[in-house]
């Protein structure tokens, strides 16, 4: 915090919080389209 | 290429485009804010979870009541869907809140009202998919299911409420566009409809999950599945 009393740096605060949200968000969307995939192949099987 | 997966690939390829612009502007354009400094980013992805989760439960309380109501598998299916896509953003709104907290107030986690209820939501909707995979006879657990998520949707509206309703804790109250400078705004709307296009997505796959599970149980000799 600077004289002013603004927060100052806190880069890896911003960084950590995109990877997990974006981590979060890539993880789920990719193991949603294996388990539907695979579904689909069960139904056709 | 059917309707169905052509919708699919616009939804995606609508949520990347906006994810894109959405971050450049959320980490690039828009200014440092007054106090907070850089820091404050991290609402770019934080409030739009918010707002996704609160949208995904209210979606999975209309069709737990259109269950009740119709016994259509179908609602089911879409309550079961968006339960799971609301605790996902759920959980990233809880994770990026406290990252948030930790420069800001100082803390990793308080028993604010607005955190204490946003918790007791992410248990709630967690301990609503227990329940959808320990009961294994379909229409059993489509109705008690349903008969949980509206006892349970009661916390949402808790939820959104909670700054008003309890005063203000850590949390802050509730901005307008009125109250923002334009210049954050943009950023905000850019990354809210990023992820209400992701959330369509994630529905729509997910409902096509659940329908294809429940066709594959329909076809299984009912010895198996109420064991």
Not at chain 2, 154 to 167: M, N, Q
């Amino acid at each position: 915090m600077n004289m002013d009393g603004v927060l100052v740096g806190g880069t890896e605060y911003i960084v950590a919080a995109y990877a997990i949200v974006w981590g979060g968000l890539f993880a789920y969307g990719i193991s949603l389209m294996f388990r539907v995939k695979k579904s689909e192949q069960e139904k056709a099987s | 290429m059917n309707r169905a997966r052509l919708i699919d690939t616009g939804l995606l390829l609508l949520a990347s485009t906006l994810l894109g612009f959405g971050a450049y502007h959320a980490l690039s354009v828009a200014p440092p804010e007054r106090y907070m400094g850089e820091v404050y980013r991290i609402l770019y992805v934080h409030v739009p979870s918010a707002w996704s989760a609160l949208i995904a439960f209210t979606v999975t309380f209309a069709a737990n009541i259109a269950y009740l109501w119709k016994s259509r598998p179908g609602a089911d299916a879409l309550a079961e869907a968006s339960a799971e896509v609301g605790l996902l953003f759920c959980g990233l709104l809880l994770a990026s809140g406290s990252i948030f907290a930790r420069p800001t107030w100082g803390v990793w986690w308080q028993w604010d009202p607005r955190l204490t209820t946003a918790a007791i939501m992410f248990f709630a909707y967690a301990g609503y998919m227990a329940l959808r995979q320990f009961v294994t006879d379909p229409e059993k657990r489509a109705t008690w299911s349903a008969v949980v998520g509206i006892l349970i949707f009661v916390d949402v509206p808790i939820v959104y409420f909670s700054v008003k309703w309890f005063g203000a804790g850590l949390h802050q109250l509730p901005s307008s566009p009125q109250t923002t400078s334009p210049a954050l705004v943009t950023a905000l709307r850019l990354n809210a409809f990023a992820f209400l296009a992701l959330y369509g997505w994630f529905l729509r796959l997910r409902y096509r999950l659940a329908r294809n599970n429940q066709t594959h149980e329909s076809m299984e000799p009912p010895a198996v599945r109420t064991a």
